[in-house]
């Protein structure tokens, strides 16, 4: 039982790595229709620069270094809305969509020219030691970004549901056009989506970076998101975060207790399989908003 | 009575081309604060698109919109239209559908907040102070639409006549200059619409707003409208009180058809 628990609470740390990401997505999703395939080019562009100012190129002490970072992400957030989406408003979804694909290979490219190709270890300076808590073994480096990640995501549940602000951008999430009747400016709203997407970008990035290094592959961590907004409904933010523990315990669940009969690493594809599961019962998720449309 | 107010919204020649179809032809109409005015007209006449004019959402091609007084310039943007003073509510409703009906009059009173929408959380206190102040607001309108007993219901749960006055309460909310109205009866049974009558008439009377509203049922336009403009095919037919209205010929062809046609 203590060997299933710890199973269960490794998976559900990598889950909430899961549910950042799939986070920045649904935000983004939820104000303005825009599946933002550069999700994990932010996440990746965040790492990067944060390896930038702390190591690379300045030796900032690690907290200014951090809020250079966000600024950075704050750039990019005004210049992807007023130079890429601006002359897109009002396009059908599926353009910008491209536009965010290429904004996804332009981060990186960017990335690339400016800190190079090679990996790098990020270190944060973050306990990395293996405690013992009735009998299950627990990483003090997992449960450090496990309650980032949950500060982080109690800060936005309170956001958008307490402050005006967070209410703007959840009306503008509902409809525009009401949305700019009340005198919300809609590219104002969008552009903090955007920034607040970047902030979560960040703290994701920084956390898949200090685990695994800061490397080009760092944004396919945002492949790994796409069953858990499937699981969720991309539209319902409680609902990928919910979903993104589930990934994250199910697939290590499975890899340990169904893996051994298939000869092990499903790890990698068992996510997905449970998205199909989802898909074939909750076509629109677990918590995505039912679609029905008068003919 | 003879003495002509200055009218605090005027529209000059609006003229405004979807594809090849003019959906206003050098349409000029006033609007005088303080009175209701109606604009009507066959399905198809420019109604809407004359609402959607004087909020922003179109550019007209030609003609100019004065506002107070002021010309507005050809580009403004539909919220800072808002942001003067001009709400409206929609034909098809357009409530945001994830909030309660308070959370969506709260939003309605956007424009009346000071706090920017950035710095809003650098300056918690008086953010908190101030969501209290409005929410005061908000409470009296709520309690002059008589929708207390569903403020915290998901807007999305709401019957249809009850969406309408949700509607109607957020576009109050923002304490207008000019309230805009599409269509506030529109599919409600004849105690709803009686409701919403009433409601529009103590708001312009006892609150002192001033109204410009799209109506289709001929009975309550000329019961609580001071006065109409009647457009038919984007082009403006006649304009004066109910009852000059009624008798002009022009009117009358437009809504009954004559012989021969």
Not at chain 1, 46 to 52: K, P, Q, V
């Amino acid at each position: 039982m203590t060997f299933f628990i710890e199973v269960l609470f490794t998976g559900l740390m990598v889950g909430i790595m899961y549910s950042l990401v799939a986070l920045g997505f649904a935000l983004i999703f939820k104000a303005s229709e825009v599946f933002n395939m550069a999700q994990g080019a932010m996440s990746l562009f965040a790492a990067l620069a944060l390896y930038g100012f702390l190591e690379q190129y300045l030796h900032l002490p690690l907290w200014l270094a951090l809020l250079c970072t966000v600024g950075a992400m704050v750039i990019w957030a005004y210049a992807i809305v007023f130079v890429v989406l601006k002359p897109l408003v009002n396009r059908p979804p599926l353009m910008l969509f491209m536009a965010t694909f290429g904004v996804a290979y332009l981060m990186e490219g960017i990335g690339q020219s400016i800190y190079g190709t090679q990996a790098k270890g990020l270190n944060l300076g973050i306990p990395d030691e293996t405690y013992e808590v009735a009998g299950i073994f627990i990483s003090s480096f997992d449960l450090f970004f496990a309650v980032v990640a949950a500060l982080l995501v109690f800060g936005l549940v309170w956001f958008f549901q307490k402050t005006r602000n967070g209410r703007a951008l959840r009306a503008v999430s509902d409809d525009h056009e009401a949305a700019l009747s009340v005198g919300i400016p809609l590219l104002k709203a969008w552009t903090l989506t955007w920034i607040i997407a970047g902030v979560v970008a960040t703290v994701a990035g920084v956390a898949w970076g200090t685990r695994l290094g800061v490397q080009f592959s760092l944004s396919f961590i945002a492949l790994k998101s796409l069953p858990v907004l499937i699981i969720g409904g991309i539209d319902s933010i409680p609902g990928v975060i919910i979903a993104g523990l589930i990934v994250g315990a199910g697939e290590n669940l499975g890899e340990v207790f169904l893996g051994p009969y298939v000869g092990g690493g499903i790890q990698t594809f068992f996510p997905y399989l449970m998205a199909l599961l989802v898909l074939y019962f909750k076509p629109y998720g677990l918590f995505g908003k039912e679609i029905i449309e008068r003919v | 009575m003879n003495e002509k107010p200055e009218p605090i919204l005027r529209a000059e020649n609006i003229t405004i081309t979807f594809g090849g179809l003019k959906a206003l032809d050098s349409v000029s109409l006033e609007i005088n604060p303080g009175e209701i005015t109606a604009i009507i007209g066959p399905n198809g006449a420019g109604k809407t698109t004359m609402l959607n004019v004087i909020n922003g959402f179109y550019k007209p091609d030609q003609g100019r919109i004065i506002f107070e007084g002021k010309e507005r310039p050809k580009h403004m943007k539909p919220n800072v239209i808002a942001a003067q003073g001009i709400a409206r509510t929609f034909q098809n409703l357009a409530l945001f559908t994830g909030m309660s009906a308070l959370g969506n009059i709260m939003v309605g009173r956007t424009m009346k907040m000071r706090a920017n929408i950035f710095s809003q959380a650098l300056y918690w206190g008086f953010s908190q102070k101030e969501e209290i102040e409005h929410r005061k607001v908000v409470e009296r309108i709520i309690d002059f639409l008589q929708i207390e007993n569903i403020r915290r219901t998901p807007a999305s749960m709401l019957p249809y006549g009850l969406r309408k006055r949700v509607e109607l309460a957020r576009a109050l909310a923002a304490e207008p200059k000019l309230l805009l109205l599409d269509e506030p009866m529109a599919g409600m049974n004849l105690e709803e619409k009686e409701d919403i009558a009433r409601f529009v008439l103590d708001a312009n009377e006892e609150l002192g707003y001033t109204i410009a509203l799209i109506e289709h049922d001929m009975g309550v336009v000329m019961d609580i409208c001071d006065r109409i403009v009647v457009l038919d095919f984007g082009k403006k037919i006649a304009d004066g009180t109910p009852d000059e209205v009624k008798a002009n010929p022009e009117v009358i062809k437009a809504y009954l058809g004559t012989a021969g046609e």
